[in-house]
């Protein structure tokens, strides 16, 4: 049973990672999308709204399953059984930084791989900073993410405007 790992911040999910998840599930039999929970990195969503997120918007692809994991991801793939990673690429600028980390986790673990997708080109500049960006300045991000994620993205940036406002 090829089973496969598709992880990452996804705060919030974008196109571009819906681009990734459609396409490495089309040729694996089992997709986890492992959901980071970095303690030492403050999201925008905590790990069980992006998780929710997801699943929300995974619901119609019946091999995925949405896992939320902590500490390394070497360990996380070694747990849920995967011998592959699926990392997605949208340009040169990701190389570098991408292949460090593949390389650094065949180090720790050589019998798990590495495998790059590149992010369709209607995607490439895409990623969730930006996303958290526009919506911070009130632009639209309609062509970003999906639907269901546009109103919990403006909702959760409007509630973080009030508290900064309270605690000024
Ligand atoms: O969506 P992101 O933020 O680009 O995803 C990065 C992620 C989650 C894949 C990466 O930070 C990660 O694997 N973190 C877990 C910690 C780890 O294993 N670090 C060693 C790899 S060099």
Known sequence: ??????????????????????????????????????????????????????????????????????????????????KVIVRGLRAVTDFEYELQMAQTNHKLNPEIETMFMTTGLDYSYLSSSVVREIAAFGGDISQFVPESVIKQVTEKIKGKKIQEKRSE
Do not use: C
């Open 1 to 82: 049973m090829l089973r496969a790992i598709y992880p990452g911040s996804f705060d919030p999910v974008t196109f571009g990672h819906m681009d990734i998840i459609r396409r490495s599930s089309a040729i694996t039999e089992e997709l986890i999308v492992g959901v980071l929970q970095n303690k030492s990195k403050i999201p925008l969503f905590s790990v069980e709204e992006r998780v929710r997120m997801l699943k929300e918007v995974t619901k119609e692809i019946k091999n995925v399953k949405i896992v939320p994991f902590e500490g390394l991801l070497i360990d996380f793939a070694r747990e849920v059984e995967a």
